[in-house]
């Protein structure tokens, strides 16, 4: 391993002209403007800060030494999401959360209470659990000792010949737990900040869509050559549309995306039903539905826009029919919410979408690797009644096409346009002569927001 500090990242010189600068188009607060129901607060929300115009050593992309900082001093020190509370829902469950070779033991106690414990046992390190289930306490299959699931000692074989194991020096050390959002967040120092002050104003943003009333519908990892931060990067703007998913123009309108950054969360609202700056003709409403309802939602793609209507009028319609029977508030939500794309970032790798769109990302590395990782995407979906279980977690290899995960529906394909490029963005940092990549002063907001705080952790 290197012993050289790594470089930091740059503030460009030539910051400040062309700041404020914004596509041709509707801005998204003006296609507010014209909803046909009130938009909620939050959607009008827009950040103040300026953040400074970045460059980010490639290095942090490729080099093991970069890897090992993030190993030491964010993973080992940050606010992540390990799981959702309901894989756990009942005393003695438990889960294996893995983070770039360290484990935490998820375990929900007597009590109902969740804990995180390092996975090791105390006497020689044998990891206690090895997977997800339930026991009524944590026994270390090789010797026996042994755990109450609040974590303080229990037993051992052989009493008489370990006086010297007591009581609280053999606790199982524990991390802290956070609870938002029916997810449950663990944090490995016992210096970090509190959950609260770490979370901020996210838990507000959210009020209008209650992630905790979801269940997990669907769940699909997969493997990818690339590093985590590589892969979550293509999950962060809109900008990459015009050549990835070109044939999303007619119905999206991706450079009038707002991006924001609040504290430790960003936020891009990506209008739909409206079309791209981009294109150098105006499609009909009809054309702007076309392009999009089928990546959007599973619905007849011969549905007719009535003459008396917009695509966007039409489509959030459709969303609150589709919607009414789990979600009776529905009715009242805007034709924003019921269309747009609001895909908000929590640092370092969580990526929860805003009012009823189903997905929450989260990027890691695979293994201790710098070079691969492993994205999941997570469907969380309302219900009415008793609450369905948890999708199973299905692991889809490096090779393979997101459409053999066919619970995530017609995005599969979307998936398989923005997973190509990852492991060839890769192969080119890799091979790069140059020494930083560039990003845009606008629309790639929310990556420099997320260096400037991944720099922030590395300096800590
Ligand atoms: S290593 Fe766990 S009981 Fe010996
Ligand atoms: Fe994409």
Request: aromatic share 12%; glycine share 6%.
């Amino acid at each position: 391993m290197s012993t050289d500090p790594p470089s930091a990242i740059e503030p460009l010189a030539h910051d400040e002209p062309g700041r404020g600068s914004r596509s041709s188009g509707i801005s998204y607060q003006d296609l507010l403007d014209t909803d046909t129901r009130t938009v909620p607060e939050v959607l009008r929300l827009q950040s103040a800060r300026e953040l400074p115009v970045i460059r980010v050593p490639i290095e942090h992309y490729t080099s093991r030494s970069f890897h090992d900082l993030e190993v030491e001093k964010v993973w080992k020190r940050c606010w992540q999401f390990a799981c959702r509370e309901e894989e756990i829902p009942e005393p003695g469950d438990h889960m294996v959360y893995e983070i770039a070779g360290l484990e935490a033991l998820i375990v929900r106690d007597a009590d109902r209470e969740i804990h995180a414990f390092p996975n090791a046992c105390m006497h020689r390190g044998r990891a206690l659990k090895d997977h997800a289930g339930n026991s009524s306490e944590l026994k270390c299959p090789f010797h026996g000792w042994t755990w109450n699931l609040d974590g303080s000692f229990k037993s051992l074989p052989c009493r008489w010949d370990f006086p010297h194991v007591e009581g609280e020096a053999y606790h199982l050390p524990e991390f802290r737990v956070g609870l938002w959002g029916g997810f449950v967040f663990i944090n490995m120092s016992a210096d970090a900040e509190s959950f609260a002050s770490f979370i901020g104003d996210l838990p507000d943003h959210f009020e209008r869509w209650p992630l905790d009333k979801r269940y997990k519908q669907a769940h699909v990892a997969h493997l990818i050559r690339c590093n985590w931060k590589v892969a979550q990067e293509g999950f962060m703007e809109a900008y990459h549309v015009i050549a990835t998913h070109p044939q999303m123009l007619p119905g999206i309108g991706d450079s009038n995306s707002q991006y924001d950054a609040w504290g430790n969360f960003s936020r891009a609202i990506t209008p739909n039903m409206t079309p791209s700056p981009h294109l150098d003709y105006e499609p009909s409403q009809q054309e702007m539905l076309q392009a999009m309802i089928t990546t959007s939602l599973d619905a007849d793609p011969a549905f007719r826009v009535p003459e008396d209507m917009t695509a966007r009028q039409l489509f959030a319609q459709m969303s609150r029919m589709q919607l009414q029977s789990s979600v009776p508030s529905v009715v009242h939500l805007s034709d924003a919410e019921l269309n747009d794309s609001f895909y908000y970032t929590v640092f370092p790798n969580m990526h929860p979408w805003g009012a009823y769109n189903k997905i929450t990302y989260r990027f890691r590395p695979y293994g201790n690797d710098p070079g691969s990782c492993i994205m999941e995407v997570i469907y969380l979906a309302p219900f009415l009644g008793k609450r369905p279980a948890p999708a199973e977690i299905h692991w889809l290899d490096f090779d393979q096409s997101w459409t053999e995960a066919p619970e995530l529906g017609p995005l599969c394909q979307v998936f398989d346009q923005d997973t190509f490029n990852l492991p060839r963005v890769q192969r080119g940092l890799e091979n790069a002569q140059h020494t930083h990549v560039t990003f845009a002063s606008y629309q790639e907001t929310k990556l420099r927001h997320f260096h400037s705080l991944l720099d922030k952790y590395i300096a800590a």
